[in-house]
């Protein structure tokens, strides 16, 4: 996406775009010209299909795409500068929710929620280690708890200190 096609996409999910989260990030556009939704589509490499909303009675045929995860995480961040305050808003309590929530697609985030047992990673549950990774707590006692029980002699000797 260079500048002005970002800016033709700002533009044009101010009028007819939603910014969501549900279950993924989602991006949306409803229009009733399919050429412009299939330019959309070009433009954002968008890997999803155009799919034709019933309309309702009395009203044209309406089309919209759906850009979600990380497609729609790239455009809301692309477009952010552009839009103002409502959808500003929702873009960041989109991306929010997206970054915290679990995930295949989040496994690598350093940010995840989640430890690999699915204990939860937030305040005194995380463990900082030295080089900078967080560790799940709980984890790293149950690991140091069968550690410890492996070797009793070592676990006498510190606790006469
Ligand atoms: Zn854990």
Not at 19 to 44: C, N
Not at 89 to 109: H, Q, T, V
Not at 115 to 139: A, L, Q
């Amino acid at each position: 996406m260079n500048p002005i096609e970002i800016a033709w996409l700002a533009g044009l999910f101010e009028g007819e775009g939603y910014f969501g989260f549900q279950s993924s990030l989602r991006a949306q556009i409803l229009m009733t010209d399919l050429d412009v939704i299939e330019k959309v589509k070009l433009i954002t490499m968008c890997r999803g299909a155009i799919y034709n909303k019933k309309p309702s009675p009395g009203r044209k045929q309406a089309y919209a795409l759906q850009l979600s995860g990380q497609q729609a995480a790239e455009l809301m961040v692309a477009i952010y500068p552009h839009m103002g305050e409502r959808r500003r808003e929702r873009i960041l309590a989109g991306l929010r929710k997206w970054r915290d929530s679990p995930g295949p697609g989040n496994y690598k985030r350093r940010d995840k929620r989640y430890c690999d047992r699915g204990h939860v990673m937030f305040g005194r549950n995380i463990y900082i280690k030295p080089n900078g990774t967080r560790r799940c707590r709980t984890c790293f006692r149950a690991v140091f708890a069968a550690w410890e029980k492996r070797t009793p002699s070592r676990k006498k000797n510190r606790s006469r200190k």
